[in-house]
C-alpha cells in the first residue's frame, strides 16, 4: 500500500473540484485531486455560467480560453418554449437582456459552454501549475484528527493513504464524504426525478438561422428541455419520471430516448442517435454545516440548487474561489484556523438564499407561483453578482447598517462584504479593470490624498508578514509607480471613499473595510493593522 502526503486533498473531479484545485494553486498551495471516474465529464451538464463566474475565472488565467471555446454559442441567446424544434413556438425571450450595457459593472459577460468542454480547460490549467491529478482513484474512507485528515484511496487493484491537512469534499449531491460526517441537510428536498439524454442528430435543417441557449418543450409526446450545441450535430433533452407511478431509469432504453428525441425535434426524416444518459434529482437541499473540523463541503456535496436559473455551478465555483484564499492564508501561517469558520458564515447563506431563489423561478416557470412569491424573484446579476456577505472576516462600518443579503450590483458602492466594484482605471498609460487587481493578495485602494494609507499599508504588511499591494487613485490621465490615474473620476463614486480615505479588498475581490476620511493623529498604520488581525483571525 503506498503512501503520500499533500496539503489539501481534494475529492471529486467535476466542474467545482477543478475549479477549487486551479484556485488553490493559484494562491501556492500544493493540493491531490481524486476523481473516481476515469476523466473529465463525458455529458455537458451545466452551461452557463454568469459574468460573476468569468471574473472568477479571469483572476485565474482562463477566461480567454473558455471564450475561445465558447465562441460558437456566441449568438445562442434565446431561451423559447416550443411544441418541437420543427413545430410552433409559444414564447421566446433574450437570456440575460441589456447585456450590452454592462460595461460599467464588469468587463465579463454571459458564457455558454457545456460542462463537458469547460472541464477540460480547468484541467489543463490545474495541471500547469502543478496540481497532482488522480483520475480512476475513488475515496475509500477517511478519518479526521487534530492535525489533519488521513484517507484511504483505492485505484485499479490497489489501494493507498494520503495525509493531509485538510479535506475539501466536491464530490457531487450524493456526497460520500458528507454522508460519512452525517451532515444533515435542510430545504425543500428531492422535488422531482429527472435523466439527460445526450444525443447525436443533424439539427440545421430544423433550426435555420435560429440559435437557442434553452428550448421548453411541449407536445403530446414529450415535455422537457433540450440544449442544442454550436455544431449542430447534437445535444442533450431533459425529461422527468416519476417512481411514484412505477416509472424508473430502467424505463429509458435506447429506444425510448430515441424516441423522445425524434418528438422534441418534430422532424421524423432526422436520424438520432443516443451517446448517454445522466440521472439526477431535481432538489431544494443545503448542508446544515460546510466546515467541519478539517473536511470543508463545496459545490453540490453542500448545496443542491434547482437549476431554473442556472445558478448551482456558479455557485459552486464561487464556493471553491471563496475557500482558496483561505485555506492558503491558513496553511502559510499568515492567518488563524478561525478564518475558514467564515466559510460557513458567508457561504451558507449565499447557497441558502439561492436554493430559494432557484425554487422561486421553478414556481414560476411552471405556473404555480403566488404573487407574493413572484415578487420575491431576483434577477441574474442580483442572485450571482449583488449578494453581501457578514462574518468576521468582513469589517462592518461603524454607525451603518450592512447592506441587505442581495441587491442590485449596480447599485452598490463598496460596502464591506460585498464585490469590490469594477471601474476602468490607468496604469502605465494603459487602460485596467479595478477587478484585476484582485485574487492573489490584499489590495489597499486609497484616494488621492490617501497618502497616509499606503503607508500605512506597506507598514501594516510587514508587521504581519502579508502581501499587500497599496495604491493611490488619483484624477489625473494616467499613474505612475503605486498611483492609479482615474480620468473618468469614477473611483470614489463606486466606492464611496473620499480623497482621504481608503477600501481594503480581500484577495477573493470582496470589500474587507472601508475608511471615509483619514485618521486622527496619524493613527492610519494601527488601524490597518487591526482590521487585517481582525480579518485574518489572528487576535
Not at 502 to 519: K, Y
Request: with cysteine; glycine share 12%; aromatic share 4%.
Amino acid at each position: 500500500m503506498s503512501s503520500s502526503e499533500t496539503p489539501v486533498l481534494i475529492v471529486g473531479g467535476s466542474l467545482v473540484g477543478l475549479s477549487a484545485a486551479v484556485f488553490l494553486a493559484h494562491h501556492g498551495v500544493a493540493c491531490t485531486l481524486v476523481e473516481r471516474h476515469p476523466g473529465t465529464s463525458v455529458h455537458p451538464r451545466a452551461v452557463g455560467y454568469y459574468p460573476r463566474t468569468c471574473e472568477l475565472l479571469r483572476q485565474v488565467g482562463l477566461e480567454e480560453a473558455a471564450r475561445r471555446e465558447a465562441s460558437g454559442f456566441d449568438n445562442h441567446r434565446t431561451r423559447a418554449g416550443v411544441e418541437s424544434l420543427a413545430g410552433e413556438v409559444l414564447f421566446s425571450r433574450e437570456e440575460l437582456q441589456g447585456e450590452d450595457t454592462l460595461d460599467e459593472l464588469t468587463p465579463s459577460r454571459l458564457l455558454l459552454l457545456p460542462q463537458d468542454r469547460l472541464e477540460p480547460l480547468l484541467r489543463a490549467r490545474a495541471e500547469e501549475l502543478g496540481v497532482q491529478l488522480e483520475f480512476g482513484t475513488e475515496l475509500l474512507s477517511f478519518a479526521e484528527d487534530p492535525d489533519g485528515v488521513t484517507a484511504v484511496l483505492g485505484h485499479g487493484a490497489g489501494t493507498g493513504i494520503v495525509r493531509s491537512s485538510y479535506l475539501v469534499a466536491c464530490d457531487g449531491p450524493r456526497s460520500t464524504v458528507r454522508e460519512a460526517l452525517k451532515v444533515p441537510r435542510q430545504g425543500r428536498g428531492v422535488l422531482s426525478r429527472h435523466v439527460s439524454i445526450a444525443f447525436g442528430a443533424d439539427l440545421s435543417g430544423v433550426l435555420g438561422e435560429r440559435r437557442y441557449s434553452v428550448v421548453h418543450v411541449k407536445n403530446p409526446q414529450v415535455t422537457g428541455i433540450l440544449v442544442h450545441d454550436d455544431t449542430l450535430t447534437g445535444g442533450t433533452l431533459i425529461v422527468g419520471y416519476s417512481p411514484e407511478d412505477g416509472e424508473s431509469l430502467d424505463d429509458f432504453t435506447d429506444r425510448r430516448c430515441t424516441e423522445l428525441v425524434s418528438s422534441a425535434i418534430g422532424a421524423p426524416q432526422v436520424a438520432v442517435t443516443i451517446r448517454s444518459r445522466f440521472p439526477w434529482d431535481m432538489a431544494e437541499q443545503v448542508a446544515e454545516g460546510f466546515v467541519h473540523g478539517r473536511v470543508l463541503l463545496a459545490g453540490d456535496a453542500a448545496h443542491v440548487i434547482p437549476p431554473t436559473g442556472g445558478y448551482g455551478a456558479n455557485t459552486g465555483i464561487a464556493d471553491a474561489h471563496n475557500l482558496a484564499w483561505k485555506l492558503a492564508m491558513v496553511l502559510k501561517g499568515s492567518a488563524g484556523a478561525a478564518l475558514l469558520d467564515t466559510y460557513d458564515t458567508e457561504r451558507r447563506p449565499v447557497a441558502t438564499y439561492t436554493a430559494g431563489q432557484g425554487s422561486l423561478q421553478l414556481a414560476v416557470r411552471s405556473g404555480s407561483a403566488t404573487p407574493e412569491q413572484q415578487a420575491e424573484v431576483a434577477d441574474e446579476l442580483t442572485v450571482t453578482m449583488g449578494q453581501a456577505v457578514r462574518s468576521a472576516a468582513v469589517v462592518a462600518e461603524t454607525g451603518k447598517e450592512p447592506p441587505v443579503h442581495a441587491s442590485d450590483p449596480r447599485t452598490l458602492r463598496g460596502e464591506p462584504g460585498t464585490r469590490a466594484p469594477h471601474v476602468v482605471l490607468q496604469r502605465g498609460g494603459a487602460p485596467l479593470s479595478t477587478l484585476d487587481l484582485f485574487g492573489r493578495d490584499f489590495v489597499l485602494l486609497a484616494g488621492e490624498r490617501g497618502t497616509a494609507w499606503t503607508r500605512a499599508g506597506a507598514v501594516a504588511a510587514q508587521r504581519l508578514g502579508l502581501g499587500l499591494d497599496a495604491l493611490r487613485v488619483v484624477p489625473a490621465a494616467e499613474g505612475g509607480d503605486g498611483v492609479l490615474g482615474d480620468p473618468q473620476g469614477r473611483w470614489s463614486t463606486a466606492y464611496a471613499a473620499g480623497p482621504e480615505g481608503a477600501v481594503l479588498v480581500r484577495p477573493d475581490g470582496l470589500v474587507a473595510w472601508r475608511s471615509h476620511g483619514a485618521e486622527p493623529a496619524g493613527e492610519e498604520s494601527g488601524v490597518l493593522t487591526d482590521v487585517l488581525r481582525t480579518v485574518l483571525a489572528r487576535g
